[in-house]
């Protein structure tokens, strides 16, 4: 058997920080590609490599990691970059002493059949658990919820994952010869295509700022997308909720649109509330310190509390939280060819966790179709 050496991708960044709750990995740096691989295989067509990997994917969201885990079941050479300090994007688990919470994404559905594999491998493994069929009433569809945080579910997909570095906020995405060059503070790869994951308007300021040409439809349609933002309140309790069964609430009026409560829902062993405001209330309140929110908000939220008092409370703000006008397709292909540039989320197929999931998987195989080697 012929073996072909090529240099290691060094992965930077803690990617899982502290054990995860299904006790999987402790604190470690993001894998590295095998040193080696048979000639011949589907992993790598042309020789000597012209880029240092197949795809590069922007965003350790759900729809970056969907998509980088179809890409290496094709064998592709695929890494993944975050600005944040862990995977996740919204799905997003904060701990305040010893309570956790989730501030972003609260539990993810399974309506359509491109995510049943993967709620049903989930649900074996034990990442995830059904939580309800509803709120305030049963309407058939589960609720799904992943036991220490929504965190556990992008840090379950990017288990297996060869080269994922967090830390890394890429600064601009240019037009090379066979593929393009993202780079970043310090840093910079060449990749035979890219996937931008992040909200729109941060992927187009990375294409404008790597000089990449739009046709002008594209990019009219790219800049019609829009997204409400949400400020998020995380309220450590020293006694439990007063909200009622199953633990989650949605709102039509008021300043808040949803109200959870973190140990109904599994995620923390201590009383804690994570409280969505409406979109009204958050454009209202958008700049403001954490204290003036703080200070406007918690009086509102106190029906919620029951006999609790306050032990600590956190402000989270979600600039790009819920896609209002989205991009018609489940992907948008920005440049075509050899060497695709492709965007992906939920921007693209529905503004849920299974939205997100289905963008990623469409835009995969979109990348693995165009043949892209490094």
Request: glycine share 12%; with cysteine; net charge negative.
């Amino acid at each position: 058997m012929t073996c072909i050496t090529k240099p290691v991708q060094t992965g930077v960044g803690n990617l899982f920080g502290d054990q995860n709750s299904h006790g999987r990995h402790p604190a470690r740096c993001a894998r590295t590609r095998p040193t080696e691989y048979t000639a011949g295989a589907p992993r790598r067509a042309i020789l000597p490599a012209v880029n240092d990997v197949d795809v590069l994917v922007v965003g350790a969201g759900v729809a970056g990691l969907a998509a980088a885990r179809l890409l290496e079941s094709y064998s592709r050479f695929v890494t993944v970059v975050d600005k944040g300090r862990s995977v996740g994007g919204r799905l997003a688990t904060r701990r305040i002493d010893q309570a956790r919470l989730d501030h972003g994404a609260q539990f993810f559905t399974q309506r359509g059949p491109e995510m049943e594999a993967l709620v049903e491998e989930l649900l074996d493994e034990g990442v995830a658990t059904e939580w309800c069929r509803g709120f305030g009433s049963d309407d058939g569809h589960p609720r799904y919820v992943v036991p220490g945080g929504m965190t556990g579910l992008a840090k379950y997909l990017a288990e297996a994952l060869e080269d994922v570095r967090c830390g890394v906020e890429v600064r601009s995405v240019t037009p090379a010869d066979r593929g393009w060059t993202v780079a970043w503070d310090g840093g910079s790869l060449q990749a035979g295509a890219v996937l931008l994951t992040s909200p729109v308007p941060q992927s187009l300021a990375l294409m404008d700022a790597g000089g990449v040409p739009l046709d002008p439809g594209v990019r009219g349609g790219l800049e019609a997308v829009d997204y409400d933002p949400t400020i998020a309140l995380m309220v450590l309790l020293d006694r439990p909720t007063s909200v009622p069964p199953p633990g989650g609430v949605q709102l039509a009026e008021g300043p808040f649109s949803w109200v959870a409560d973190n140990m109904a829902k599994g995620v923390s062993e201590f009383p804690a509330l994570t409280l969505h405001c409406d979109p009204v209330t958050s454009r209202a309140l958008w700049g403001a310190e954490p204290q003036q929110v703080l200070d406007e908000l918690l009086p509102v939220a106190s029906e919620w509390f029951g006999e609790a008092e306050v032990l600590e409370a956190q402000v989270k703000t979600w600039r790009y939280a819920i896609p209002t006008t989205t991009w018609p397709e489940p992907y948008c292909t920005a440049v075509d060819g050899d060497w695709p540039l492709v965007l992906a989320g939920d921007a693209f197929d529905g503004p849920k966790v299974e939205g997100a999931y289905r963008s990623g998987m469409a835009a995969g195989v979109r990348l693995n179709r165009s043949g892209v080697t490094s």
